[in-house]
């Protein structure tokens, strides 16, 4: 047997800590050896749920699959691991400190097969391993980590067409991931609204924040959809705090009455994430009599903002999070046109417009609402396999499945612009795999003042060609979607 035993003081409250040290998983961002991990279990951490950890240890490349054997809250969690060369048996005890909370570790490993000589040099590499990676542990609690940069790489690829575009793909993810710091934030007080919730990137962001203990707002526009949706997250995370709002957001009436309910609510918005979103072919219409492109992707997001500002205000540091697209990297400002017309209509173009106008508005929010810390930025999530893309882009997912993210690859930056406590030391920026990256690939499309300058006014004053006051039927709200929510094209 070898035993490894190390102790650590860490800056949180037990709770936290215990937290996040209880969901293995984590195990890939603190623990010097893994390089991946895995829930295998549905549901909340309990006593038998089983976690798969690939390590890179002495003996060499192993999958070690763990099983919760004893759990008390704030206190201990013990688990054991076995692989195809040894047992081990973790035992991990928290107690708090005036200052935080003490842990206390300790892994105890069985060899399968004899180790002879072998054993002190073993023994020596595994104490070595041990404390590299319960320092892991200590740095990835104390959360101190700098404003995110763009890296040198990336930098580089952002001067170039063809590179850039490059890191859009699975592969730009993978890349990006090995230089990720850990995400240790603690989501158990904070309420995150999230539209466009139930297919694809939302309903992976759902899942991602509803495991890390935050209270869900999700905001679907399937009456029918709520129920299943929120007993499928449940059951997954074992989160309870997990309410739908239903509610068109291609039609503002809507999401007035959205805004008044959440305002009426007055529960502070600690992060609001700007999902909501489709590819329309060909060129419609809502029963308000707006262009659905613009209505969905941009005027939508703009009111539904400008309106939850009081919340975010009242949250200790409000956080808007912008889904934009890649898309946005062909087109410039152009105010007028952003209506998209009947002659010679691109669904395309028009999504890659709003986008660019909705990044645009990030900017200024940004700016604006400093003062009242808020943190306003957007993010792209490359080219993910969405429901949308496949929908409505059918060549272009048949031509790039094979390179596509899959949804939660693409979510992860959302994810991590909720969460993480250095993505609120920047505002205003755009973000892919958690770095900033430029906001213009083209110098054709860089902004002109002018048009910077018109876009709130035009959004704020615009009035449909003519309004519809006719709310849409149950049949039509539940009837099954023409796109799906957060199109990463």
């Known amino acids: 047997?070898?035993?490894?035993?190390?102790?650590?003081?860490?800056?949180?409250?037990?709770?936290?800590?215990?937290?996040?040290?209880?969901?293995?998983?984590?195990?890939?961002?603190?623990?010097?050896?893994?390089?991946?991990?895995?829930?295998?279990?549905?549901?909340?951490?309990?006593?038998?749920?089983?976690?798969?950890?690939?390590?890179?240890?002495?003996?060499?490349?192993?999958?070690?699959?763990?099983?919760?054997?004893?759990?008390?809250?704030?206190?201990?969690?013990?688990?054991?691991?076995?692989?195809?060369?040894?047992?081990?048996?973790?035992?991990?005890?928290?107690?708090?400190?005036?200052?935080?909370?003490?842990?206390?570790?300790?892994?105890?490993?069985?060899?399968?097969?004899?180790?002879?000589?072998?054993?002190?040099?073993?023994?020596?590499?595994?104490?070595?391993?041990?404390?590299?990676?319960?320092?892991?542990?200590?740095?990835?609690?104390?959360?101190?980590?700098?404003?995110?940069?763009?890296?040198?790489?990336?930098?580089?690829?952002?001067?170039?067409?063809?590179?850039?575009?490059?890191?859009?793909?699975?592969?730009?993810?993978?890349?990006?991931?090995?230089?990720?710091?850990?995400?240790?934030?603690?989501?158990?007080?904070?309420?995150?609204?999230?539209?466009?919730?139930?297919?694809?990137?939302?309903?992976?962001?759902?899942?991602?924040?509803?495991?890390?203990?935050?209270?869900?707002?999700?905001?679907?526009?399937n009456e029918a959809k709520a129920t299943e949706l929120v007993n499928e997250l449940q059951r997954e995370t074992g989160n309870t705090a997990i309410f739908v709002e239903v509610a068109d957001l291609s039609l503002m009436a809507e999401v007035q009455r959205l805004i008044e309910r959440l305002l009426?609510?007055?529960?502070?918005?600690?992060?609001?994430?700007?999902?909501?979103?489709?590819?329309?072919?060909?060129?419609?219409?809502?029963?308000?009599?707006?262009?659905?492109?613009?209505?969905?992707?941009?005027?939508?997001?703009?009111?539904?903002?400008?309106?939850?500002?009081?919340?975010?205000?009242?949250?200790?540091?409000?956080?808007?999070?912008?889904?934009?697209?890649?898309?946005?990297?062909s087109q410039p400002l152009r105010v007028g046109k952003l209506v998209a017309r009947e002659e010679g209509y691109s669904g395309s173009v028009a999504y890659a417009r709003c986008k660019r106008a909705l990044m645009v508005l990030t900017e200024q929010w940004a700016e604006a609402w400093a003062s009242d810390d808020i943190v306003v930025n957007a993010m792209h999530p490359g080219w993910a396999d969405t429901p949308g893309v496949e929908t409505s882009l059918p060549g272009f997912h048949k031509l790039t499945r094979r390179i596509l993210r899959s949804p939660e690859e693409g979510a992860d930056t959302i994810v991590w612009l909720a969460v993480a406590s250095e993505a609120g030391k920047v505002t205003g920026k755009l973000f892919l795999d958690r770095e900033p990256r430029t906001t213009h690939l083209l110098a054709k499309t860089k902004d002109e003042a002018a048009e910077r300058e018109a876009l709130q006014p035009f959004l704020r004053d615009f009035t449909a060609p003519r309004q519809q006051s006719r709310r849409p039927t149950k049949a039509e709200r539940n009837a099954p979607p023409t796109h799906a929510h957060g199109l990463s094209s």
């Open 1 to 221: 047997m070898i035993v490894l035993h190390e102790k650590i003081d860490v800056p949180r409250p037990v709770r936290e800590a215990f937290d996040y040290i209880k969901d293995f998983r984590t195990t890939a961002e603190w623990d010097a050896t893994a390089i991946a991990a895995e829930k295998l279990s549905a549901g909340p951490v309990a006593v038998g749920t089983r976690f798969n950890v690939t390590c890179e240890m002495p003996v060499g490349s192993v999958d070690l699959l763990y099983t919760v054997t004893h759990l008390e809250p704030d206190k201990a969690i013990e688990l054991h691991g076995s692989c195809r060369l040894f047992e081990v048996d973790d035992v991990i005890h928290f107690s708090e400190t005036a200052t935080g909370t003490h842990i206390d570790y300790r892994a105890s490993f069985n060899f399968k097969i004899p180790l002879g000589p072998a054993q002190g040099a073993l023994r020596k590499g595994m104490e070595k391993m041990g404390y590299n990676s319960v320092q892991g542990m200590k740095r990835a609690l104390e959360d101190d980590y700098p404003a995110p940069t763009i890296s040198a790489s990336s930098a580089r690829a952002d001067r170039w067409i063809l590179p850039g575009v490059a890191h859009f793909s699975r592969r730009g993810y993978s890349k990006g991931q090995r230089y990720w710091n850990p995400m240790s934030a603690w989501m158990g007080d904070k309420h995150v609204v999230i539209t466009g919730a139930s297919s694809g990137l939302g309903l992976a962001t759902a899942r991602a924040l509803a495991e890390r203990g935050a209270s869900l707002t999700l905001v679907i526009r």
């Open 264 to 329: 009426r609510r007055g529960r502070p918005i600690d992060v609001l994430i700007n999902n909501a979103g489709a590819l329309f072919n060909p060129r419609g219409e809502t029963l308000e009599g707006i262009e659905q492109s613009f209505a969905l992707l941009l005027l939508s997001p703009y009111r539904l903002t400008e309106g939850l500002r009081p919340l975010l205000a009242a949250a200790p540091e409000g956080r808007v999070v912008n889904v934009v697209s890649g898309g946005m990297y």
